[in-house]
T-cell receptor, first 115, second 111 residues
């Protein structure tokens, strides 16, 4: 049973560039959440997608956007990259919001470095 | 705004030396408190969910407990493979969508 898969694992970009990160959820899951984890910090919620719609957004600017496809996979796009966007980007999948089983399953993340 | 504070930031233990990690939370209506383990370069791995004060969960050498203001993760007779960062997170009762995480406690167990 494949867990949550993310690609790429590492990425180096320069300021001002744009980046797209990809995530495939665990089999049977239909909800994808994205988190940003800076070095030495806990993950911070970016947004969650369910039924191809953004259900909630955390305190992140509009430069962060996303998409969910009919097969439940998801993309995270970040425009006009800043040095402060350097972090580990985590994708987590789960069952539908409000489900009795609320566990999030995380991928190994994409390490983004902005130079 | 939900707040989660974990202490200590780092903990160095000798193999077999039991200890506890603390997670203090401020949330007006707790729906669930979650413990995750994170190894370097990996995503968090689910350990426990606790829903109400007095609840306890156990898994191997780990035991999580919950009160109305804090949760403890007890590590009994730790082994080097228990070395990791342990993250605590809360979900608000009215919010189906996000977890609010603490900064974590990094545990190092020496043989």
């Amino acid at each position: 049973d494949a867990g949550v898969t993310q690609s790429p694992t590492h990425l180096i970009k320069t300021r001002g560039q744009q980046v797209t990160l990809r995530c495939s959820p665990k089999s049977g899951h239909d909800t994808v959440s994205w988190y940003q984890q800076a070095l030495g910090q806990g993950p911070q919620f970016i947004f969650q997608y369910y039924e191809e719609e953004e259900r909630q957004r955390g305190n992140f600017p509009d430069r962060f956007s996303g998409h969910q496809f009919p097969n439940y996979s998801s993309e995270l796009n970040v425009n006009a990259l800043l040095l402060g966007d350097s972090a580990l980007y985590l994708c987590a999948s789960s069952l539908a919001p409000g489900s009795a089983n609320e566990k999030l399953f995380f991928g190994s993340g994409t390490q983004l470095s902005v130079l | 705004e939900d707040q989660v504070t974990q202490s200590p930031e780092a903990l160095r233990l000798q193999e077999g030396e039991s200890s506890s990690l603390n997670c203090s939370y401020t949330v007006s209506g707790l729906r669930g408190l979650f413990w995750y383990r994170q190894d370097p370069g990996k995503g968090p791995e689910f350990l426990f969910t606790l829903y109400s004060a007095g609840e306890e969960k156990e898994k191997e050498r780990l035991k999580a407990t919950l009160t109305k203001k804090e949760s403890f993760l007890h590590i009994t007779a730790p082994k080097p493979e228990d070395s990791a960062t342990y993250l605590c997170a809360v979900r608000h009762r009215s919010n189906d969508y996000k977890l609010s995480f603490g900064a974590g406690t990094t545990v190092t167990v020496r043989a």
